[in-house]
């Protein structure tokens, strides 16, 4: 699972980072609205296929491709598994992806106001899992 802030970076750090369809998905948007979401949209997704391998950060987000359609899918070697993702957007300028290996996702999400209890601000909870408003899903 990943939660992100909903911003964009720039399409440097996308054509540094991610595989080239996906630089060109975002790219073809440039100057509209949409291009700061699909940057979010790949991002939360790579993040939360990067971590249901178990190979986190070390895994290049460059050796594995996102294909978004009808199902988001991946293109990768990393793992020979068949995996599902399922996104979630709070609308509240956050999004957040979950991925999973042959098991099935909530098609939900519960948001929850842990402020009092975090140094860094609002927390979301997916999938049984907790993220800072700039952080990942810890395990």
């Given amino acids: 699972c990943d939660v992100e802030t909903t911003?964009?970076?720039?399409?440097?750090?996308a054509r540094s980072f991610f595989h080239g369809s996906?630089?060109?998905t975002i790219a073809a948007?440039?100057?509209t609205e949409e291009m700061s979401e699909l940057f979010c949209?790949?991002?939360?997704?790579?993040?939360?296929?990067?971590?249901?391998?178990?190979l986190g950060m070390s895994l290049p987000?460059?050796?594995?491709?996102i294909i978004l359609g009808d199902e988001v899918t991946v293109e990768q070697s990393v793992?020979?598994?068949?995996?599902?993702?399922?996104?979630?957007?709070?609308r509240d300028g956050h999004r957040c992806a979950a991925c999973a290996f042959g098991g099935g996702l909530e098609p939900s999400m519960r948001v929850e106001d842990l402020s009092e209890?975090?140094?860094?601000?609002?927390v979301l909870s997916c999938?049984?899992?907790?993220?800072?408003?700039?952080?990942?899903c810890d395990d």
């Fill in 61 to 65: 987000l460059d050796s594995f491709r």
């Fill in 22 to 24: 996906e630089y060109d």
């Fill in 117 to 122: 209890l975090a140094r860094d601000g609002p």
């Fill in 41 to 54: 949209r790949f991002w939360t997704l790579k993040e939360s296929f990067m971590k249901a391998t178990g």
């Fill in 29 to 31: 948007a440039q100057g």
């Fill in 127 to 136: 999938e049984d899992h907790t993220a800072t408003e700039f952080g990942g």
């Fill in 79 to 90: 793992d020979g598994r068949e995996c599902r993702f399922m996104e979630y957007d709070p």
């Fill in 7 to 13: 911003r964009y970076a720039g399409l440097d750090m």
